[in-house]
T-cell receptor, first 120, second 112 residues
Framework: DTGVSQDPRHKITKRGQNVTFRCDPISEHNRLYWYRQTLGQGPEFLTYFQNEAQLEKSRLLSDRFSAERPKGSFSTLEIQRTEQGDSAMYLC??????????????????FGDGTRLSIL | AQSVTQLDSHVSVSEGTPVLLRCNYSSSYSPSLFWYVQHPNKGLQLLLKYTSAATLVKGINGFEAEFKKSETSFHLTKPSAHMSDAAEYFCVVSARGNQFYFGTGTSLTVIP
């Protein structure tokens, strides 16, 4: 399968612990996006990368959230000092943008199956 | 600014009858619009997209949507519902900003 892969599928942890999620995009895609989805809501944009550059991070929910894409391939999303309100599905998506960096944004995004985070 | 309003949080149809899921958008620029479907505990799958070409867009699984600029709408339709269509549907707008704005979703129930 050459779709977007997320690991783990489920994560259960105690409040206050740090968690890290991994996303492997479709190999030829240069854009990678992270979203959070809570029950009964649509996905909420968090951040995105073009290649290794993080072009938008103002929508990250707090300074406890950070994301990296060091080599322009896979990405990680880390949440430090987790809180119960962090319980949600975290989705990753990727797309191929042919325009200059930071332009476009109209190509369909391909989503992974998500990581479900539960905070005890 | 961009936003999407899905007018119905739940829609129920009988198998074999038409489906209509309503979406209105707001955008400061010429938008790109998408419909995605999400089955339980799964990621989102693209149904169709509008990016300023033909206003009537055909997608997968028999779905189609019509872009109406005068009404700022992008409603999703299907002539005949199938049991496998039961899922959550999201209307999405994107315009220049490299961000997708999702609606709150419409849950489609198909009654046998």
């Amino acid at each position: 399968d050459t779709g977007v892969s997320q690991d783990p599928r489920h994560k259960i942890t105690k409040r206050g612990q740090n968690v890290t999620f991994r996303c492997d995009p479709i190999s030829e895609h240069n854009r990678l996006y992270w979203y959070r989805q809570t029950l009964g809501q649509g996905p909420e944009f968090l951040t995105y990368f073009q290649n290794e550059a993080q072009l938008e991070k103002s929508r990250l929910l707090s300074d406890r959230f950070s994301a990296e894409r060091p080599k322009g391939s896979f990405s990680t999303l880390e949440i430090q000092r987790t809180e119960q309100g962090d319980s949600a599905m975290y989705l990753c998506a990727s797309s191929l943008e042919l325009g200059a960096i930071g332009t476009g944004g109209n190509q369909p995004q391909h989503f992974g199956d998500g990581t479900r985070l539960s905070i005890l | 600014a961009q936003s999407v309003t899905q007018l119905d949080s739940h829609v129920s149809v009988s198998e074999g009858t038409p489906v209509l899921l309503r979406c209105n958008y707001s955008s400061s620029y010429s938008p790109s619009l998408f419909w995605y479907v999400q089955h339980p505990n799964k990621g989102l799958q693209l149904l169709l997209k509008y990016t300023s070409a033909a206003t009537l867009v055909k997608g997968i699984n028999g779905f189609e949507a019509e872009f109406k600029k005068s009404e700022t709408s992008f409603h999703l339709t299907k002539p005949s519902a199938h049991m496998s269509d039961a899922a959550e549907y999201f209307c999405v707008v994107s315009a220049r900003g490299n961000q997708f704005y999702f609606g709150t979703g419409t849950s489609l129930t198909v009654i046998p």
